[in-house]
């Protein structure tokens, strides 16, 4: 769905920090304004997704609602590292960056986790999920919205070498990646009864989760960022 633009931005192992003449104040504030966009957003996400999910019985919608949640908790933590810097320079946003780089690397291994104990207990069950129209929507809307927010982060994040924003980014992403498989489960459940596809999609991703968890908690890589 993001298509090669966006993975070519995961092939490069580290990110170098912009030239000296670059102005990093209007970035920060940009990328203010983008963890706002994603606070607003995500509230009504979760809220939508976890209560369809339980209305429905739908164990994907509810983990597309946690995944909402861990958003929230990505772009607190984004907002607090990026003030350390707007109000006492980048000198001193370096500890703020390692800090804010492993709990977010936490967060990708903890919605890894809690994904691939859902898409297996589903697949022992073999039980499927109601359709969710409320569901369906927010799912579908989210697609197009997590595409534009993950370019802009990871724009903004290669700039200014933060490996923590390009780690939110990467939830961004991969929170497009579950919009997506959302809504072609939801859909697939409704007009086949194919169960099994919204976990067989939700395992294909934990891999990519697992590969950007452990570079954000990478000693090396956030030393590299920083230096």
Do not use: N
Request: aromatic share 10%.
């Amino acid at each position: 769905m993001y298509g090669s633009r966006m993975t070519d931005h995961h092939a490069q192992p580290a990110l170098d920090l912009p030239p000296r003449s670059t102005p990093r104040v209007p970035l920060i504030r940009e990328a203010f304004w983008l963890e706002w966009l994603t606070i607003g957003w995500m509230t009504v996400e979760a809220i939508v997704a976890i209560t369809a999910g339980i209305a429905a019985g739908s164990l994907v919608l509810i983990a597309f609602g946690l995944d909402s949640v861990l958003e929230l908790a990505s772009a607190g933590i984004l907002m607090w590292r990026l003030s350390v810097e707007l109000r006492r320079g980048e000198k001193f946003s370096e500890s703020a960056e390692r800090v804010a780089s492993r709990i977010g690397g936490s967060l990708l291994f903890l919605l890894a986790a809690y994904l691939t104990v859902s898409a297996m207990w589903r697949l022992w069950s073999g039980t499927g999920e109601e359709f969710s129209w409320p569901g369906f929507i927010v799912a579908l809307v989210a697609i197009p919205a997590m595409r534009y927010l993950a370019r802009r982060k990871l724009g903004i994040a290669e700039k200014i070498g933060s490996r923590a924003l390009r780690a939110d980014a990467v939830e961004a992403i991969t929170c497009g990646w579950l919009s997506f498989v959302v809504v072609v489960s939801l859909a697939l459940q409704w007009l086949t009864g194919a169960w099994w596809i919204d976990s067989i999609g939700a395992l294909a991703i934990v891999w990519f989760l697992i590969k950007e968890g452990r570079e954000a908690w990478s000693e090396d890589d956030c030393s590299a960022c920083c230096s």
